[in-house]
């Protein structure tokens, strides 16, 4: 769970950069101010590991990579451009579940190209996305997923639960389908080669998976996912269910378990149609693949533990949350302002794990942030009384889950949006799962 990813009201934050965003032309997207502004942009919020050439944002001075960026701008602007992004850097990290998941970083300039790449694309498909859709997405969240599971509880009576993965999504997919759906929205010939060699990374004849860990992957996944899974699932015919994703995960709500079986029947063969699989099919986890009545059993879904109880979707915390938010406190000893960062970080995961935080537990769970706290070292923030932000963060979900259309009304003063603890304007770098790279 990103939880440096938090629940916010929702606001239009003056970004100070002028990127080029929507125009879908690619002399604008390789202009040379533009990708300056990108490089100091992700040099001020992006993830500052490097690439496996080993140069970070700070080892160029400001003449270095302005020099850089003009000729490579002069290059992409060339009518016959050839472009093949650097080799890159594998970072493995662990999953707060078990497991580990790969990041590919490349060098930062390949990640300036992408990023202009992605900040154009990103409100052109931000248009297309159904509001079943939740993941890598700047401006919801986990908690606007289960606002509008709540919802639709509330208004259908349904409680049978059934949720899976998309097995491996990254490095599964077909490029040469993930680059179809792409330019169903790309009319320019020149911006889909730099689409193509952007997403197909170094190797230039690559036909299966994109870097994970790479800006523009994200949309890329999302866009494919929204043309081979949402849009099928939403138009057929069949079994009645309520259908969200985020990101790689997908979930559904039905009335009776026969149903829920049907629409995972249904998922599975619309994801077979293009070379993926849903994680049931390889996996002996239990929770994947079968469907729960949650009135009956509770289980667990996105670092939460989710039940039904009088008519109401109630959320606690799953054990990894907490392994998570002790695991990113150690990580910041690695900053300079290793307590700011801290507060920061404390502050996104309660924003984040807002809904499992009602009356009853709050002080129960500021006695247990106290002694994270005070096991990673930050003895001095565990002095703080946490329940009054603990309160905030669950009134500001319980406000969300009341909407008719949760996260959707501009006008809504209950309308909330995921921002990162720094505030990061929306599509410009939010620090979600797949793309962060915590160093």
Known sequence: MPYA????PRSRPATGLNLVRGSLNHAAVANADNLIAVYRHLASTGGQAPGRDRIRYSDLSVSEYCAILRDVSAHLLHEDFAYRPGDVRIVTLPKPDGGTRELRLRPIIDRVISKAVQADLQPVLERIYLPTSFGFRGHLSVGHLLAHIQHEIRRTGWTVFCQDDVSRAFDSVQVPLVLEDLNRHITCHRYQRLVGAVLRGHNQTRMVGIDQGDP????ALNTHLHHRLDLPLLQQAGAPKVF????DNVAWVTKTDTEGRQTLQQAQRHLQQCGLALKSTRSNDPSLGHPVDLTRKSTDFLGFQIRVRGGELQCDLQQSAWSDLRANLDNCHQCTESVHR???VLSGWIAAYGPAFRRQSRSFTSGRI?????????????NQDHRGELETAFTRWT????????????????NLVLCSAQQTPRGLGSPDRATAAPF
């Open 370 to 382: 106290k002694k994270a706290l005070t096991c990673t070292g930050f003895s001095e923030l565990a």
């Open 342 to 344: 801290a507060q920061q």
């Open 244 to 247: 969200v994703r985020y990101a």
């Open 5 to 8: 990813n938090q629940l916010v």
């Open 399 to 414: 406000l969300l889950a009341r909407a008719d259309q949760p996260g959707r009304s501009e006008n809504d003063p209950s």
């Open 216 to 219: 523009l992957s994200p949309d």
